[in-house]
């Protein structure tokens, strides 16, 4: 997956907008997506809202802190509104 740097950006402050801490990753990390097909069509940025467990995702023990998940829906909210507005100048 290579992200759009410009909406990157954008994700970047639209998660901090909304309380969000923001890490960016140094190295790639290995998992299997195929959100990757899309970003040849289409320029996009793919995220991790995280999960504050101290186990991977498929692990039998994963506990995600679904508090995490209650801005979710802000973030995009907020990341759509700034991409309109950026359209619209």
């Known amino acids: 997956v290579y992200n759009d740097e410009h909406l990157t950006l954008e994700a970047i402050k639209a998660a901090q907008k909304v309380g969000y801490d923001v890490t960016t990753l140094e190295l790639p990390?290995?998992?299997g997506?195929?959100?990757?097909?899309?970003?040849?069509?289409?320029?996009g940025v793919f995220a991790f809202i995280g999960s504050n467990s101290d186990y991977?995702?498929?692990?039998?023990k994963y506990d995600p802190d679904e508090h995490i998940l209650e801005k979710?829906?802000?973030y995009f909210i907020t990341l759509i509104q700034q991409l309109l507005a950026n359209a619209e100048e």
């Open 33 to 43: 997506e195929d959100f990757s097909g899309l970003l040849d069509k289409r320029p």
């Open 56 to 60: 991977d995702l498929h692990h039998p």
């Open 29 to 31: 990390v290995t998992i």
């Open 72 to 74: 979710a829906p802000d």
